[in-house]
């Protein structure tokens, strides 16, 4: 069973700074991709930045300048680090990352974590 964990999310002032990070446990052989999502009241899912194993990132344009993955491949972790947040940023934050196990690719997602950005 592989189980991915987030935290960091928080209530942070315009143009403040926030951290999110996720952990991945069980039993697999690598991560290919770790992403982070976002999902704002009534809107759909989506991507805000991306990393792969070998350190290739992609963002956004909503965040590019803003917002930096990060992983820590030893630790089986990634991290958001969120600068310059603006209210819009607010919304549901999900970690998604393609695990291998068994010669197979798997999808998994965390719970969410809250980032809400208001005065």
């Known amino acids: 069973q592989v189980q991915l964990v987030e935290s960091g999310g928080a209530l942070v002032q315009p143009g403040g700074s926030l951290r999110l990070s996720c952990a991945a446990s069980g039993r697999f052989f690598s991560i290919n991709v770790m992403r982070w999502y976002c999902q704002a009241p009534e809107k759909e899912r989506e991507l805000v930045a991306a990393i792969t194993s070998g350190g290739a990132t992609n963002y956004a344009d909503s965040v590019k300048g803003r917002f930096t993955i990060a992983s820590d491949n030893a630790k089986n972790m990634v991290y958001l680090q969120m600068k310059s947040l603006k209210p819009e940023d607010t919304a549901v934050y999900y970690c998604?990352?393609?695990?291998?196990?068994?010669?197979?690719?798997?999808?998994?997602w965390g719970q969410g974590t809250q980032v809400t950005v208001s005065s």
């Open positions: 998604n990352m393609i695990i291998r196990r068994l010669y197979l690719d798997y999808n998994y």
